[in-house]
């Protein structure tokens, strides 16, 4: 995958990208809603993972080509519909690059993929997430109640879509 908007690039990973992705995803600020932090194997393993087969994709600031992030986007259980999640570094948080990237990738889902839905995933406590899922006009689908372990307690997860239909009409 390769997209360009107005500040990044949406690309496939390279080995090259190793020290970027390994800053980002050893911050335990960064990786608090998600997982523990990454070792520098973990993130080597998961760059080449997503090198062989792509579900996670590297997201550059596009004048620098600096990877500040990564935005997942592929099937899920059917290839009409595709699951988005995002992982933005700290120094680039707040600044609208997870909306950027996220409405490219919806154009580029309903627009070129013709896809049928799109659907994102976050937890309990993840404002900003949440935040986000909606501005992009997504619908809360459901709660999975105490679903998740994390950080000593049993927390909500929460789902949330936007359908191809809803897309159009946003975006009409």
Excluded: C
Aim: charged share 25%; aromatic share 16%.
């Amino acid at each position: 995958m390769y997209l360009v908007t107005k500040h990044l690039v949406i690309r496939n990973f390279k080995s090259e990208d190793l020290p970027q992705a390994f800053a980002y995803l050893s911050d335990p600020n960064v990786m608090y809603f998600i997982e523990n932090p990454y070792s520098i194997k973990d993130t080597e393993e998961f760059i080449n993972n997503n090198i062989k087969n792509p579900r996670v994709y590297a997201v550059a600031e596009k004048t620098t080509n600096k990877v500040i992030g990564h935005v997942i986007f592929h099937p899920y259980e059917y290839d009409e519909i595709y699951e988005i999640g995002w992982i933005i570094s700290k120094a680039y948080q707040g600044q609208g690059f997870a909306y950027e990237l996220s409405k490219a990738l919806f154009k580029y889902g309903f627009d070129k993929l013709k896809l049928h839905k799109i659907l994102a995933v976050t937890v309990e406590g993840n404002k900003a997430s949440l935040h986000l899922m909606e501005k992009l006009n997504m619908t809360r689908e459901g709660i999975l109640r105490k679903q998740n372990w994390d950080h000593g307690k049993w927390i909500d997860e929460y789902w949330y879509s936007i359908l191809a239909e809803e897309y159009k009409e946003y975006n009409s």
